[in-house]
Each structure stands twice: as C-alpha cells, then as structure tokens.
C-alpha cells in the first residue's frame, strides 16, 4: 500500500524529471539517470522510482531501452499539431448562443476501464461528468469525461453549472502533455439520444487525454455529429 510519504515523493521526482524534459534542460536523446543513481538521489526504493519513469514512459516523455535505459523521446512528426480548444468559442464563433447542461455527475472509486482511460495503473478516485453543450437549442457536443480527483481534489467541491469542466481545468491545473485521438463512429444508443440524431448517423469522437506534474489529470471524449464540426488545424515545417 501507497502512503503519504512515498506519494509525495513520487510526484516530487516525476515533477522534477517533467521539468527538466518540458524546459529542454534535458533534450530529446538525453540518458535520464539510472534507476539506481535517481534512487540514491532522492533517498527512496527503486520501485518507486520505477514506477515514475514507467509514467513518464506512458505519457510518451521517455523511451525505456532494454539494457540501455531510459531516454528523452524525440518529438512525433504530426501531419497537425491540435490546440485543445474551448468548446464555447468555437458555438460563439458560429455566431449562435452557448449554453450547456450537466447530466451526469459522480464521484466514486475508479474502475479498470478510468486506468486505462487515464492510462494510470496505481488505484484513483474520479469524478465522472457527463455534459451535454448547445449551439442555440441544438445539441453541439456531448462530453463524458473522467477526472483524477487524487491530482484535482478541489473538482470535487464544484458543480460546474456555471463553468463546464474543460475551461475551468485549464485554468485550475497547467498541463504539461495531451494526447489527442481522432475516430469517426456510428451514433448509438445514449450518444444519438443526447445529441438528438439519428442511431447510425456519423460523428466524431476526440479523445484527449492530459498530464501535469501531478500524474494523470483527465481523459475526455467529445462526440459531435459529423455534420457540426470541423477540424482544423495551422503548422509550419519543421526547421
């Protein structure tokens, strides 16, 4: 079992290492120290160690080398680099009134499918927020998220009707990774109801997920009806 201490120290270390990668301190092919040497650094076991480089490696920071060790990855070529935008912004930009509606709200202990969402493996709380948004009286966007209250305590103790969840984490909690997947899909069942669509009708789904010093903040999926929104996206060759 977890306790106090180790976990303190376990977000001290993989804050520290996050830092010297994000600041380019450390570039991308730079050794990270071995476990042993980190171990003896901060005064603590292997093993939690082992555990923060195992996050680092899962949020993409690190490459883990078999006999070698572990490395600061060199950045993905991305054909588009995507902005995590303010869902707000983009009904205001259409000219149409927001608003939105929460539908679900709950806190309780995480399940496997909240580890692999927020691609954690130690045991969480979540607070799990289902919200629906509106361009007009139209259902824009539907958004099932889970967020890690072990890292965002505070989430616990708002409600969001005044404020959705995306903005006010942005604000609350700086972020130093997102991961951004992209997937069309059939509408079915809740998610065609929400939106107000027929079941098959196409849409699709963003999926993202963001860390912070702290470990895993939230996952989110947005699904929109394929016919409300468009990606786009501005980048410039690479030097």
């Known amino acids: 079992m977890t306790t106090g201490k180790e976990a303190t120290l376990h977000q001290r270390i993989l804050s520290d290492i996050e830092s010297r990668i994000v600041s380019g301190d450390w570039p991308p092919g730079h050794r990270i120290p071995f476990e042993l040497a980190l171990a003896e650094q901060y005064d603590c076991s292997r093993m939690t160690v082992n555990k923060v480089l195992t996050q680092l ?12 060790g572990s490395f600061v990855t060199q950045p993905q ?7 995590i935008h303010d869902i707000k912004s983009e009904i205001l930009s259409l000219n149409l009134p927001y608003s939105h509606r929460i539908v679900k709200r709950a ?4 399940r496997p499918e909240d580890g692999r969402r927020l691609q954690f493996a130690g045991a969480v709380s979540v607070l799990e927020i289902t919200c629906i948004h509106y361009a007009g009286r139209r259902p824009f966007c539907l958004e099932d998220r889970v967020i890690n209250l072990d890292a965002v305590p505070e989430a616990d103790q708002v409600d969001f009707d005044e404020l959705p969840p995306g903005p006010w984490l942005i604000n609350q909690v700086p972020w130093s990774t997102a991961e951004h997947q992209i997937r069309a899909i059939p509408a079915e069942g809740e998610a065609a109801a929400s939106l107000d669509i027929a079941k ?15 470990g895993p903040i939230t996952h989110v999926r947005l699904t929109y009806p394929g016919d409300r929104h468009t990606l786009v996206a501005r980048f410039t060759p690479s030097s």
């Open 107 to 110: 806190k309780r202990k995480g």
């Open 57 to 68: 490696a899962r949020a993409g920071l690190i490459e883990r080398r078999k006999r070698s």
């Open 200 to 214: 098959g009708t196409a849409c699709l789904v963003i999926e993202r997920r963001t860390w912070s010093g702290l």
């Open 77 to 83: 070529a991305q054909s588009a680099v995507l902005e």
